[in-house]
């Protein structure tokens, strides 16, 4: 049974990983007869209440990403890429706050030595990476000197900040996925389209997922 | 287009809405071309972190419960169920803890006097209501001097209890749902089975969601 290591943010758009993105790749990659494990780093950050998008308490990324999976999760410190075939990084701006600072810098952005560690890895062990929504600027930071090929969807300010790391940016609708056959990267837009359908979202990440899962 | 309206408890399992469950329903309602809403009562209650299962610190059921549908929720005294067609009531714990305190005393148990009303004025306007997981006990509980049929499964103390309010339990399969036609009630176990597969549960949750809005 193919093994597929998630790396989660939180729980929530506002300030960790999206809902809908995470749970539509937890069903994708149930249905393709993977098994899955879910990581986050320990991270305290100053939560964003959703309902006001007022600043709120003090929480942290590893506790606020167990909501989402059950429970079921590990510290992104005991994610070891040679026991998993692929890696996924959903979206949501937790991906662009707490993974790396691409939300204050950009392409100047730094990626968090522990993330970059592991794309590194499953890159140079061949193995297939997804990424959806934001976070394939993590890609495009980590491997963008390879010139890889990733989509955030149409977004020109994303798009332009991506391309000068050397990434190439290719558009893509919410309910499709690009595929970097070379490199094996697969993104998908999501909820960079923020008035999406969650059925076209979940359309899109089955795609990217059915992909990364049989590319592995 | 058909309006659904949604009742949400939280973010999370342990003291909210499950978020397999929710996006779910999100997902099928879309894909179905039907519209929703997603609706939250103001309730301060105790956190539990999902990393540890430890008590933490003060939260509210309405916050939270934006985290699973991108801030587009709505207080639970707007919720008119003349302006819907079909009412759908996610489980997770927080359905058993904030709605109802069902957790506490099983058949016993109060049901919040906002949730009582929305169920009996949806059932009275003969529109259909779906709940998953633990929530079908709240129709139990509203409904079950009408001998409703429901389903949460089959765990036996769980449907003993829902018995006691005079609705019938049938026990169904984690991808599967029971359509009560008469009193156009659909239930479907989700979580209720622990160790529960998510495309399974999304998968019996999109036949309760199908069938809702066929009937609604």
Not at 60 to 76: D, H, K, M, V, Y
Not at 195 to 205: D, Q, R, S
Request: glycine share 8%; hydrophobic share 40%; with cysteine.
């Amino acid at each position: 049974m193919k093994k597929i290591a998630i790396i989660l943010s939180g729980c929530g758009y506002k300030d960790g990983s999206e809902t809908t993105e995470v749970i539509s790749t937890l069903i994708s990659v149930s249905r393709m007869g993977a098994e899955y494990q879910c990581f986050a780093p320990q991270i305290e950050f100053t939560a964003t209440d959703h309902s006001t998008s007022e600043p709120g308490e003090a929480r942290n990324t590893f506790a606020e990403s167990a909501r989402l999976c059950r429970g079921q999760i590990q510290p992104l410190e005991d994610l070891h890429s040679e026991e998993f075939d692929a890696l996924i990084l959903p979206g949501g701006f937790g991906a662009a706050l707490h993974l790396c600072d691409w939300a204050a810098k950009g392409a100047r952005a730094t990626v968090l030595p522990a993330i970059e560690k592991t794309i590194q890895e499953f890159n140079q062990q061949d193995k297939p990476i997804g990424a959806m929504c934001i976070a394939p600027v993590l890609l495009a930071k980590v491997l963008g000197s390879k010139e890889i090929t990733v989509t955030i969807g149409n977004d020109k300010e994303t798009t332009q900040e991506i391309e000068k790391t050397g990434a190439i940016h290719e558009e893509c609708k919410v309910d499709d996925f690009v595929t970097d056959r070379a490199h094996k990267i697969v993104t998908s837009p999501a909820y960079m389209y923020d008035e999406a359908l969650p059925h076209l979202v979940a359309k899109g990440i089955d795609g990217l997922v059915k992909e990364v899962v049989e590319m592995a």
